[in-house]
């Protein structure tokens, strides 16, 4: 059976929401606790039981919605093995493989916009979820939350860059309407990515001078105990 998949949009924080379904069962990828009534109420339409929940990171630039969803539906939430957010129900980490009701997948963990970033591949039918890893024509910034230019490095080039070129990139975020990408995509037009010598980028990295998020001292907190 092919997965259903659906891209959701917070306008507040231009964070992408997804949610994978099969065989009645269903995954969401980094939910955003304004918008838990809309995910309940899809999931209800579709006629799908919430399973799992899965955040890439601890966000800084919004509240998850995972522990209010684990209260509401009584799925399992999961967290990595390098994060210090409490509560989730099971632990992963890199190449940890994990089913939805048959789809199985691989948790990937590609550090350096924070230190416990992990992305979730899904060879079949060939999608990755970047969260703020890689971009479209991006990446994530490296300048808190213990993010490493270095880190971040590695983790694009030794690890998502080496999945399969025709791999599809579904990012946490996007500032210009973009929905998707992928892999070979990327890897030709990204500007990031094509600063092959990585001492550029980190150098490229530490001059970028953004503003931190404006929710930051309110959501990392939070997000640490998910959102409740």
């Known amino acids: 059976m092919t997965p259903l998949l659906r891209q959701l949009f917070d306008h507040h924080s231009s964070t992408y929401t997804y949610i994978i379904g099969i065989n009645n069962s269903a995954l969401i990828i980094d939910p955003v606790k304004e918008n838990v009534p809309q995910y309940l109420q899809l999931l209800k339409e579709l006629g ?6 899965l955040d890439t990171h601890v966000h ?3 509240i998850t919605g995972s522990g209010v969803l684990q209260l509401e539906t009584g799925c399992e939430v999961g967290s990595p093995k390098e994060s210090a957010a409490c509560c989730g129900s099971f632990v992963f980490e890199h190449k940890t493989e994990l089913e939805l009701s048959g789809l199985k997948f691989q948790c990937l963990f590609t550090p350096g916009h924070t230190n416990d970033s992990y992305c979730f591949y899904f ?8 969260g703020d890893t890689l971009f479209i024509r991006g990446t994530g910034r490296t300048d808190f939350q213990n993010g490493s ?6 983790s694009l080039h030794k690890t998502l860059l080496t999945l399969p070129l025709s791999t599809v990139v579904y990012p946490g975020h996007d500032y210009k309407g973009m929905t998707s990408s992928t892999i070979e995509e990327e890897k030709r037009n990204n500007p990031r990515l094509l600063i092959t010598d990585k001492d550029d980028f980190i150098d490229h990295m530490n001059n970028l001078k953004l503003a931190d998020p404006k929710m ?3 959501a990392v907190p939070a997000n640490l105990k998910l959102g409740l």
């Open 48 to 53: 799908l039981c919430l399973a799992m929940v």
């Open 60 to 62: 800084a630039d919004h």
């Open 123 to 130: 060879e079949n039918p060939g999608w990755v979820f970047t």
């Open 149 to 154: 230019p270095d880190t971040l490095y590695e």
């Open 216 to 218: 930051m001292d309110i």
